[in-house]
C-alpha cells in the first residue's frame, strides 16, 4: 500500500484524505492545530457554481480603490511594502482581464459541478449529516447597477448550462415570505446549494479516523527534506513523517510551507468575519448573498450565519470592529424587520481565504518534485471546491484520467 501524508487539515486536506483513503492509500494528516477550528469552520457554507468569475476580473480594481478608504467596507488590501504583497498585487493586475474571465469560467464550472454531485453522494452516506439543502441561493440586489451586472452574469450562467432565474421583488418575497425584504430583485441560482460547514468538519475528521487515517493534532510541519527531486521527509520539531507521496494543503498557510521546500506558491490570505444570530421569526429558509454589501446570510443549525469582507493582509488575531460592523448595519437595508445588535467580540469568527492572485486554485502535481502534490488557492470556494479538488488530487496521485480539466490550475503557473 502507498503512503500518502498530508499537510494541513482544512476542508482541502481532509477530502484529499478522503478520497485517497478510499481508494486504499494509507494516509496521515499533519495539522498544526487542533482541528476545531481554521477557514473551514466558520464560512458561509455555500456550494457556489454560480461562482464561475474569479475574484482577479475587470472591475474589481477599481472597486477595490473605492473601497480602500472607506472603514466598513467589504474589501481592504491594507497597504504594505511587503514584497509578497507587492508581487501578488501586480500578478492580480496582470490576470484581472476579460480574457481570463472568460478562459476561467468553464473550468470552474466543471470543478464546481463536480463538487456538488461529490456532495450529493456523500449526502448517502449514513456516516455524514452535514445539513446539506439544496435549495439554491438568491443574489439580492437593490439597485440598478447591480441588476444590470447580475442579469449579465445571469445570462452567462444560463449560457453555460448553469440553473439560473431572474426574480422581480415580488417573486423574491413569494419565495421568502416569513421576512420582510427591500430589493429591486434577485437572480435565483437553482444550481447552488449549502451546508453547516462545522458539521461537516467534525463528520469528516470521525469519519477519516475510524478509515485508519492518522490524523496528528499540534504538529506544525517546520522542515521539508528533499533529495534528487523527491520529497524525504517532513518535519515537526523533534518528529519526523515519511510517506511515498506528499500533499501540500496549508491554506493561507501554505507560502510558508512551500518555501520549507525552496518552492514559490503565490498567496494572500483573505480575511473574513462571521456570527451567528437567533432569530427564529425571521427565518430565511434560501441563502443569499447581498450584492451591493458584498455579505452572505446563509440559514444554519436553526439559527442564520452572517458573512463578509475581505482584508488581504498579513495573518493577524484581531478583530477588525468597524468592518463587522459594515457587516450588521448592512443586514436592515434588505431586511427592514431585521436589525440584529453588533456582535461581542468574543461571538465573532475570522478566517484567512487562501486567495491565488489569479483566482484560480491550485490543484495539481509539482513540477519540482515528483511525488509532491499541492491543493490550495481556492479562495472564497473553498468548501464548495473541497470534495472535486479531493477527488482530482486523488486521481492525480493514481495517475488515471481526471474527473474534470485541471490544465489552467497548474502548482506550476507562476
Ligand atoms: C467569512 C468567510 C466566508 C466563506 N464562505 C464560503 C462559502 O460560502 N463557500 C465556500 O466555498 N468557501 C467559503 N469561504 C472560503 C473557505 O472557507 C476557504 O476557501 C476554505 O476553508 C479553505 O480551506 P483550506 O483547507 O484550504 O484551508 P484551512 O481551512 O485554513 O486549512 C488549512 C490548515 O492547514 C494548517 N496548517 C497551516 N500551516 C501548517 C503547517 N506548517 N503544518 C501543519 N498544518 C498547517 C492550518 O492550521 C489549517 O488547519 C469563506 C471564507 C470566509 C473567511
Known amino acids: 500500500m502507498s503512503k500518502a501524508i498530508i499537510i494541513g487539515g482544512g476542508i ?8 485517497l483513503n478510499k481508494s486504499g492509500w494509507e494516509v496521515e494528516i499533519l495539522e498544526q492545530g487542533d482541528l476545531t477550528d481554521n477557514a473551514s469552520f466558520g464560512n458561509a457554507g455555500m456550494i457556489v ?21 472607506n472603514s466598513k467596507s467589504p474589501f481592504y488590501v491594507k497597504p504594505s511594502l511587503n514584497p509578497e504583497l507587492i508581487g501578488w498585487g501586480l500578478k492580480f493586475l496582470k490576470a484581472a482581464n476579460k480574457q481570463h474571465v472568460e478562459r476561467s469560467a468553464t473550468a470552474l464550472r466543471d470543478l ?118 523527491k520529497i524525504t521527509r517532513a518535519i515537526s520539531n523533534d518528529k519526523s513523517f515519511m510517506a511515498d507521496t506528499y500533499v501540500m494543503a496549508g491554506g493561507a498557510w501554505t507560502p510558508a510551507i512551500a518555501k520549507l ?42 439559527q442564520i450565519r452572517f458573512g463578509g469582507t475581505m482584508e488581504i493582509g498579513k495573518i493577524n488575531q484581531q478583530v477588525n470592529m468597524n468592518r463587522v460592523a459594515g457587516i450588521v448595519e448592512s443586514i436592515p437595508q434588505y431586511f427592514p424587520d431585521f436589525t440584529p445588535a453588533l456582535p461581542r467580540q468574543k461571538d465573532i469568527w475570522f478566517g484567512f481565504r487562501p486567495c491565488s492572485p489569479d483566482g484560480l486554485p491550485y490543484i495539481g502535481l509539482s513540477d519540482k518534485y515528483k511525488n509532491l502534490a499541492v491543493a490550495t488557492g481556492h479562495g472564497m470556494m473553498g468548501l464548495s471546491l473541497a470534495p472535486a479538488t479531493g477527488k482530482l488530487i486523488d486521481e492525480v496521485m493514481n495517475s488515471t484520467l481526471p474527473s474534470a480539466s485541471i490544465s489552467q490550475f497548474s502548482p506550476n503557473r507562476y
Not at 12 to 19: E, H, M, N, Q, T
Not at 53 to 69: K, N, S, V, Y
Not at 268 to 292: N, W
Request: charged share 25%; proline share 6%.
Open 12 to 19: 482541502i486536506g481532509l477530502f484529499s484524505a478522503y478520497y
Open 49 to 69: 457554481p454560480s461562482h464561475f468569475i474569479p475574484l482577479a476580473a475587470p472591475g474589481m480594481i477599481e472597486q477595490g480603490f473605492r473601497w480602500m478608504f
Open 112 to 229: 464546481s459541478l463536480l463538487s456538488k454531485k461529490l456532495y450529493t453522494d456523500l449526502e448517502q452516506d449514513a456516516d455524514f449529516d452535514f445539513g446539506f439543502a439544496d435549495k439554491g441561493i438568491l443574489m439580492l440586489f437593490k439597485t440598478s447597477k447591480f441588476e444590470d451586472e447580475e442579469r449579465h452574469t445571469a445570462e452567462k450562467a444560463i449560457s453555460l448550462g448553469l440553473d439560473a432565474q431572474y426574480l422581480t421583488a415580488d417573486e423574491c418575497r413569494k419565495l421568502q415570505p416569513d421576512i420582510e425584504l427591500d430589493v429591486l430583485g434577485a437572480v435565483h441560482y437553482h444550481c447552488d446549494a449549502h451546508l453547516y460547514p462545522n458539521k461537516l468538519m467534525v463528520a469528516l475528521v470521525n469519519h477519516l479516523e475510524k478509515a485508519g487515517v492518522r490524523i496528528h493534532r499540534n504538529t506544525p510541519v517546520t522542515k521539508i527534506e528533499h533529495i534528487d527531486g
Open 261 to 302: 521546500a525552496g518552492l514559490n506558491i503565490p498567496l494572500m490570505p483573505g480575511k473574513g468575519y462571521s456570527f451567528m444570530v437567533d432569530e427564529p421569526q425571521h427565518r430565511m429558509t434560501i441563502p443569499a448573498l447581498l450584492c451591493e454589501a458584498r455579505v452572505s446570510v446563509t440559514p444554519m443549525n436553526g
